[in-house]
C-alpha cells in the first residue's frame, strides 16, 4: 500500500468549498493525484463531531452515491482531476472556522486520511 502524507492530500481539498446545501454542508475534493477507487467511505469530522457513512454522499457529475453504499464489491471510481463534492446530512451547523477530516480507504492507497482547514459560509 501506498502511504500518501497530508500534505499532498490537502492539495486535493478545493480551498473556500465549505459551504450549506439544501441537504446539509458540503466540501469539494479534487482528484489531481489519478485515477483511483475508493472501498470505503470511515468518516467525516467537522471540529470533532463525528458523521457516520450513513450521513455522507460523494457526489460525481451529478451522480450520488451514499456512503454506506460504498465498498469493497461497489467502489466509488474517480478520475483525475474529477471533482468529488462530499456532502454531510447535517443542516445545524453555524458559519465559522472548521477543522475537517475526511477518513475513507483507496484500493490504491489504503487508508487516507485528510486534514484540513476551512471556513463555513452561508
Same mark, same amino acid.
Given at each position: 500500500? !501506498? @502511504?500518501?502524507?497530508?500534505?499532498?492530500? %490537502?492539495?486535493?481539498? %478545493?480551498?473556500?468549498?465549505?459551504?450549506? $446545501?439544501?441537504?446539509?454542508? #458540503?466540501?469539494?475534493? @479534487?482528484?489531481?493525484?489519478?485515477p483511483g477507487q475508493?472501498? $470505503? @467511505?470511515?468518516?467525516?469530522?467537522l471540529n470533532e463531531?463525528?458523521?457516520?457513512?450513513?450521513?455522507?454522499? +460523494? /457526489? /460525481?457529475?451529478?451522480?450520488?452515491?451514499?456512503? !454506506?453504499?460504498?465498498?469493497? =464489491?461497489?467502489?466509488?471510481?474517480?478520475?483525475l482531476n474529477q @471533482?468529488? !463534492?462530499? /456532502?454531510? =446530512?447535517?443542516?445545524? +451547523?453555524? =458559519? #465559522?472556522?472548521?477543522?475537517?477530516? +475526511?477518513?475513507?480507504?483507496?484500493?490504491?492507497?489504503?487508508?487516507?486520511?485528510?486534514? /484540513?482547514?476551512?471556513? $463555513?459560509?452561508?
Amino acid at each position: 500500500m !501506498t @502511504v500518501i502524507p497530508n500534505f499532498i492530500l %490537502k492539495r486535493m481539498y %478545493k480551498a473556500g468549498s465549505l459551504r450549506k $446545501l439544501p441537504e446539509g454542508i #458540503g466540501f469539494d475534493i @479534487v482528484n489531481n493525484l489519478g485515477p483511483g477507487q475508493i472501498s $470505503l @467511505v470511515q468518516s467525516i469530522s467537522l471540529n470533532e463531531k463525528v458523521y457516520p457513512p450513513a450521513q455522507i454522499f +460523494l /457526489v /460525481v457529475n451529478g451522480v450520488s452515491m451514499a456512503g !454506506t453504499s460504498i465498498s469493497e =464489491e461497489n467502489p466509488a471510481t474517480f478520475f483525475l482531476n474529477q @471533482v468529488i !463534492t462530499c /456532502v454531510i =446530512e447535517d443542516t445545524s +451547523l453555524p =458559519e #465559522g472556522s472548521y477543522d475537517i477530516k +475526511l477518513d475513507l480507504v483507496s484500493r490504491e492507497a489504503g487508508k487516507v486520511s485528510l486534514s /484540513v482547514q476551512d471556513s $463555513l459560509r452561508g
